[in-house]
Nanobody
Framework: QVRLVESGGGSVQPGGSLRLSCAAS????????NGWFRQVPGREREFVAA????????AYSDSVKGRFTISRDNAKNTVHLQLSSVKPEEAAVYYC????????????????WGQGTQVTVSS
């Protein structure tokens, strides 16, 4: 069965750090560009960061640039998102998505998704 599985979510204090992981099951992740998105109830899923299949190209939303870092370990078939200096408004369900092709920020361009991992920001 082909799927993406996110992990690493949980509760973090404002200004704290957290690392999310996205593992591929049933296929090789390094054939794809991967992105991280987040969504809160009542709002559309929004782009956070993306990384090319080779790891050489990345993109970030302006709101997270300089604080979040996306990386991949193709040997372990995983993609990570390091969250730092987290803000309360960044509490959301974080999703990992995959697509064939170049790095893009449009949600609809990603053809497959994981089930999401919840990030809560609370002091």
């Amino acid at each position: 069965q082909v799927r993406l599985v996110e992990s690493g979510g949980g509760s973090v204090q404002p200004g704290g750090s957290l690392r999310l992981s996205c593992a591929a099951s049933g296929f090789t992740l390094d054939y794809h560009t991967n992105g991280w998105f987040r969504q809160v109830p009542g709002r559309e899923r929004e782009f956070v960061a993306a990384i090319a299949r080779s790891g050489g190209g990345t993109a970030y939303s302006d709101s997270v640039k300089g604080r979040f870092t996306i990386s991949r370990d193709n040997a372990k078939n995983t993609v990570h998102l390091q969250l730092s200096s987290v803000k309360p408004e960044e509490a959301a369900v974080y999703y990992c998505g995959g697509r064939y092709g170049t790095v893009v920020t449009r949600t609809g361009a990603y053809g497959f998704w994981g089930q999401g991992t919840q990030v809560t920001v609370s002091s």
